[in-house]
């Protein structure tokens, strides 16, 4: 079985969209649970990493390729 990698400051895409359109996510929180915030809107959500890795989608920005898109957090 695939198990996707994922690493804290990854801008990641879900398999569904938030409802504001935008579908790229930080990941600002890593640990049992983790912590992803809407890039469009500012929202963010806290869940299990089981039902997160289940909808992932894919990782879009690596956190290390984004040193010079610096957001603030
Ligand atoms: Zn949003």
């Known amino acids: ?3 996707k990698r ?4 990854d801008v990641v895409q879900m398999k569904k969209p938030h409802p504001c359109g935008t579908n790229a996510w930080k990941v600002i929180r890593m640990g049992m649970d ?3 915030k809407c890039t469009g809107c500012g929202h963010s959500v806290l869940m299990p990493r089981s039902r997160f890795e289940k909808r992932l989608k894919k990782v879009l920005v690596p956190a290390a390729e984004q040193e010079s898109t610096n957001g603030d957090v």
């Open 6 to 9: 994922f690493a804290l400051g």
């Open 1 to 3: 079985m695939e198990r």
């Open 34 to 36: 983790i912590r992803i």
